[in-house]
């Protein structure tokens, strides 16, 4: 079971101090792309440990949280008390029914396999880190407010206090609100197609430079480069 919620998250770069080791990557997730984004770093502990016999210790893999990967962030209570899983068309595999838990916490289904190494406990336990962008969350609680008639400070509030355990809530300042972060509208036609308009959006990947001091931009990732 879920670890309980905490107190709200106030927004913090605080997370780089933790990106230590020798090998270092980003892998950017704006779109759920059926989950290959865990795969991916999956594999790239598994590459590194097997081949080049790298200690997890030494291996900082970060995953982001924003777009329309933003709510894979929180954790089963959120899921299951705004239906989120109807919000965003995302159906639980094992009912096909919209996801009343969170897919990517503990078992997650990738290209039709569960693989609860690739989960984001499991990945955690290894070491990787995760970061959820405040713009996007701002932003997609408005719009899940907005969808179940509740207030959008309320709701943005609560998801705040609900982050999985071990995800970083990083700034921009929620109250700039700046769309680029967010992404687009999950039920729009671009919200439902990815990069190349199949609605499997590539995952992305770039290299954590922690010693460069971030950036404020519109954007929670550039902010990271």
């Avoid at 590459?47 to 030494?58: C, E, I, P, R």
């Avoid at 919000?87 to 039709?112: M, Q």
């Amino acid at each position: 079971a879920p670890a309980s919620a905490a107190a709200r998250q106030t927004p913090s770069d605080n997370w780089l101090k933790g990106i230590k080791g020798t090998h270092r990557q980003l892998f950017d997730s704006p779109a759920p792309a059926g989950g290959i984004q865990l795969v991916h770093i999956l594999n790239y502990y598994e590459t590194l440990n097997k081949a080049y016999g790298v200690k997890d210790a030494q291996i900082n893999a970060v995953g982001t949280f924003y777009g329309t990967t933003t709510f894979y962030g929180l954790n089963d209570a959120m899921w299951a008390k705004y239906r989120i899983g109807e919000f965003l068309e995302t159906n639980d595999p094992s009912t096909g029914k919209p996801a009343v838990a969170n897919p990517w916490r503990a078992n997650p289904v990738v290209i039709g396999l569960t693989l609860p190494q690739a989960s984001i406990e499991s990945l955690q336990k290894r070491g990787a880190t995760f970061i959820l962008c405040n713009n996007a969350l701002t932003i997609f609680s408005g719009f899940l407010a907005k969808a179940r008639g509740l207030d959008a400070d309320s709701v943005y509030n609560d998801l705040a206090s609900n982050i999985l355990p071990g995800v970083n809530l990083i700034p921009l300042d929620r109250n700039r609100g700046a769309t680029a972060a967010a992404g687009p509208f999950p039920g729009s036609p671009a919200g439902r197609a990815g990069a190349d308009g199949d609605g499997r959006a590539p995952t992305r990947t770039s290299a954590v430079r922690p010693s460069t001091p971030p950036v404020a931009t519109r954007s929670c990732t550039s902010s990271m480069r």
